[in-house]
T-cell receptor, first 107, second 115 residues
């Protein structure tokens, strides 16, 4: 079975401070992990995927197989980062989502 | 708008009634997914299609739920004899590839309220 855990439902960070949204996963195979984001009044959309090793909007995420984690990080938070963030794992050709973390950036 | 389209945006119904939702995926996408999301939860997988074939159904999808994708284009999700526990946001998503390149494009969802 595959499972994604996001331990923080809410996270508030001051503008300019570093951000880290935690994600842990459980999967017996080789994991493929993603971060999806939903801004206010917008659709759920892909932010980044681990296989691309990309940085999007200043966010990065590193897959740590030893700790089974895929934490999302940004060194300096911006007000426009306020949103709902979901970690997701592909297994058996479908995405399994975590429960999400609502990130609020305090001006 | 060339994104995933879902109709209706909102549906209010009485317990016991049947409801049907429609999803129009991005035209060149061969995969179509249905998810359900309740308050405080992430999207939960319900079912998915590759072209017109329904390849997997979640245990969440009871006998009252049925999904179709005739001709591999739009899809419908029907709930029969609705219950209050069916109240949720129903999300549709489409993609053109699977596996490590699985980028899903989501619709705006249909918010179902069962009274």
């Amino acid at each position: 079975a595959q499972r994604v855990t996001q331990p923080e439902k809410l996270l508030s960070v001051f503008k300019g401070a570093p951000v880290e949204l935690k994600c842990n996963y459980s999967y017996s195979g080789s994991p493929e992990l993603f971060w999806y984001v939903q801004y206010s009044r917008q659709r759920l959309q892909l932010l980044l995927r681990h296989i691309s090793r990309e940085s999007i909007k200043g966010f990065t995420a590193d897959l740590n197989k030893g700790e089974t984690s895929f934490h999302l990080k940004k060194p300096f938070a911006q007000e426009e980062d306020s949103a709902m963030y979901y970690c997701a794992l592909v297994g058996n050709e479908k995405l399994t989502f975590g429960t999400g973390t609502r990130l609020t950036i305090i001006p | 708008d060339t994104g995933v389209s879902q109709n209706p945006r909102h549906k209010i119904t009485k317990r016991g009634q049947n409801v049907t939702f429609r999803c129009d995926p991005i035209s060149e996408h061969n995969r179509l997914y249905w998810y359900r999301q309740t308050l405080g939860q992430g999207p939960e997988f319900l079912t998915y299609f590759q072209n017109e074939a329904q390849l997997e159904k979640s245990r969440l999808l009871s006998d009252r739920f049925s999904a179709e994708r005739p001709k591999g284009s739009f899809s419908t999700l029907e709930i029969q004899r609705t219950e209050q526990g069916d109240s949720a946001m129903y999300l549709c998503a489409s993609s053109s590839r699977g596996g490590s390149n699985e980028k899903l494009f989501f619709g705006s969802g249909t918010q179902l309220s069962v009274l």
